[in-house]
């Protein structure tokens, strides 16, 4: 039974569409994070949400909206896309906030490859 | 500055020899510190966690850290050619974990 689990793996699509990511974690954790991974592998948190609240929103253009309708579930939908918006993104589950009540210790998904052509 | 630095690589170090990893970070505030393992294509895979001064040690491997010099480090020992992945440095502070940009080890049979 996979912990964090993404759907779907790949997406493929053109400039000015829009896509969702779905992630559900079956770990018990309270915190959900989306991280991108761009072509040179750097790995860069975008947001996190503590029990449905936001709680970081790391400057991502307002075309990405989060949304986390339990502390299990943690989407992604992307307006308009842009050839930069190419990526993995991926989606991670932490037992409390990093920094704060947690440690921080990440469990990922598999990731989504964005391909924007 | 960049908040979490690691060398590029790759690393290339032959079969059974260690190889030795390292990190350095900006934020004297941090509070946890982390090695992730990622295989070509695959996500990143927690391999050690350590939150205060000195040497943690599980099975080959071993973390160390110094607060003073803001600096992370990462030995394997007995490489193996299973050990060649990109190894991501990861540091806990204001309530996200931030990452370097990783380096890649190359373990040659």
């Known amino acids: 039974d996979t912990a964090v689990s993404q759907t779907p793996k790949y997406l493929v699509t053109q400039m000015g569409n829009d896509k969702s990511i779905k992630c559900e974690q079956n770990l018990g954790h309270d915190t959900m994070y989306w991280y991108k991974q761009d072509s040179k592998k750097f790995l860069k948190i975008m947001f996190s949400y503590n029990n449905k609240e936001l709680i970081i929103n790391e400057t991502v253009p307002n075309r990405f909206s989060p949304k986390s309708p339990d502390k299990a579930h943690l989407n992604l939908h992307i307006n308009s896309l842009e050839l930069g918006d190419s990526a993995v993104y991926f989606c991670a589950s932490s037992q409390g906030i990093a920094g704060a009540h947690g440690t921080g210790e990440l469990f990922f998904g598999e990731g989504s490859r964005l391909t924007v052509l | 500055q960049k908040e979490v630095e690691q060398n590029s690589g790759p690393l290339s170090v032959p079969e059974g020899a260690i190889a030795s990893l390292n990190c350095t970070y900006s934020?004297?505030?941090?509070?946890?510190f982390f090695w992730y393992r990622q295989y070509s294509g695959k996500s990143p895979e927690l391999i050690m966690s350590i939150y205060s001064n000195g040497d943690k040690e599980d099975g080959r491997f071993t973390a160390q850290l110094n607060k003073a010099s803001q600096y992370v480090s990462l030995l394997i020992r007995d490489s193996q050619p299973s050990d060649s992945a990109t190894y991501l440095c990861?540091?806990?502070?204001?309530?996200?974990?931030?990452f370097g940009t990783g380096t890649k080890l190359q373990v040659i049979p």
């Open positions: 934020d004297r505030g941090s509070q946890s």
């Open positions: 990861a540091v806990n502070s204001y309530q996200k974990v931030t």
